[in-house]
């Protein structure tokens, strides 16, 4: 990079990443559409977002789609399940720290239906909850395809028990995520026994699983020994409680 590339305006460099990434994806070379917020840089509107993910479905060799620290409102998260529905196979989506809330957690719900090749979901740190947690849950049970190898839902702090206790509900054999990330999510006794009551007898004797709770204080002693205990005789991987 250029010393006039470093003292360029934020608004300028980014933008001129935005269209480097449409021009890559116009001329079908990106595997990679990587657009994380750089912290001097303003967030990318919705419509070039919308833009971005009408060209990601055009595309068919982008494998993963990160837009970490972008601002996604619920118009900007319906563009990517809509690039989804018009045939986008990208097998990573990270929109970690993108303010989706619930109402755009549902539009990524649609996504995990919509594109069956989609291994790997991060949104953590999105302010989701209960109904988001339940829309995703709900998303990952319909899938048509495999199941995900991860979903990370980590730093949500609203989820809570009510939505540990969902996401529980889509930890089915056939659908669980291989990797299951909750890890600052508010869960208390309730949301963690429902958890270790359907993951771990889903993914039993798979040491490629892991689920990850740390950071919930909410856990009790009690239960914390009785997680740990399912995943011992299980023989699934848990990150320990801090």
Not at 168 to 190: F, H, K, M
Not at 223 to 239: F, K, P, Q, S
């Amino acid at each position: 990079m250029s010393r006039a590339d470093d003292d360029a305006p934020a608004e300028t460099t980014h933008s001129a990443s935005a269209a480097s990434a449409l021009r890559a994806l116009d001329s079908d070379v990106a595997r990679t559409v990587n657009l994380t917020r750089r912290a001097d840089a303003p967030s990318l509107g919705t419509p070039s977002i919308a833009s971005l993910a009408r060209a990601i479905a055009r595309a068919e060799c982008v494998v993963t789609v990160n837009l970490s620290g972008q601002r996604l409102d619920v118009a900007a998260c319906h563009a990517l399940s809509r690039a989804a529905a018009d045939g986008a196979s990208f097998r990573v989506l990270d929109c970690g720290d993108c303010g989706v809330g619930d109402a755009g957690a549902a539009e990524l719900a649609e996504v995990l239906i919509l594109n069956a090749r989609l291994e790997r979901l991060y949104a953590p740190s999105n302010g989701v909850g209960r109904e988001g947690a339940e829309a995703v849950a709900a998303g990952a049970s319909a899938r048509p395809g495999p199941r995900l190898r991860t979903l990370d839902l980590s730093d949500n702090e609203a989820l809570g028990d009510a939505g540990a206790i969902a996401l529980a509900g889509a930890c089915r054999p056939e659908v669980a995520p291989s990797e299951l990330r909750l890890a600052a999510c508010g869960i208390g006794d309730a949301g963690a026994r429902a958890l270790a009551g359907t993951f771990f007898p889903s993914r039993k004797n798979d040491r490629t699983s892991a689920l990850a709770l740390h950071r919930n204080p909410r856990v009790s002693a009690a239960a914390r020994l009785d997680v740990a205990t399912a995943a011992r005789e299980a023989g699934v991987r848990l990150t320990v409680f801090l």
